[in-house]
Nanobody, 126 residues
Framework: QVQLVESGGGLVQAGGSLRLSCAAS????????MGWFRQAPGKEREFVAA????????DYADSAKGRFTILRDNAKNTMYLQMSSLKPEDTAVYYC???????????????????WGQGTQVTVSS
């Protein structure tokens, strides 16, 4: 299995930027489809972005398109979520997740991911 640890969350003003990191250990990180999800208080966990094991394909939620970028560095066993033009509605706990091995798909549902980090809080003030 793979262990995931998120970092990089914090408090930022609307319009600002943050870069989240997801550091992986354990089984070969480079083989997994990876995703970012978020969960705001009282709401269900929702898809943000995903990237295939080789980085060749990405997918974004409509709310993230044009503002967020998902990246991975397999040599460093790390995935990133670069967020810009942040809005108060982006406030949530952000989770990284590992899904299928050597898949060319980028699932948008949490059930498609087997391993999860503990989350990092992102708060955007207005």
């Amino acid at each position: 299995q793979v262990q995931l640890v998120e970092s990089g969350g914090g408090l930022v003003q609307a319009g600002g930027s943050l870069r989240l990191s997801c550091a992986a250990s354990g089984r070969a990180f480079s083989a997994y489809t990876m995703g970012w999800f978020r969960q705001a208080p009282g709401k269900e966990r929702e898809f943000v972005a995903a990237i295939t094991w080789n980085g060749r394909s990405t997918d974004y939620a409509d709310s993230a398109k044009g503002r967020f970028t998902i990246l991975r560095d397999n040599a460093k066993n790390t995935m990133y979520l670069q967020m810009s033009s942040l809005k108060p509605e982006d406030t949530a706990v952000y989770y990284c997740a590992a899904g299928s091995l050597y898949s060319n798909r980028t699932p948008v549902t949490p059930v498609a991911y087997d391993y999860w980090g503990q989350g990092t809080q992102v708060t955007v003030s207005s």
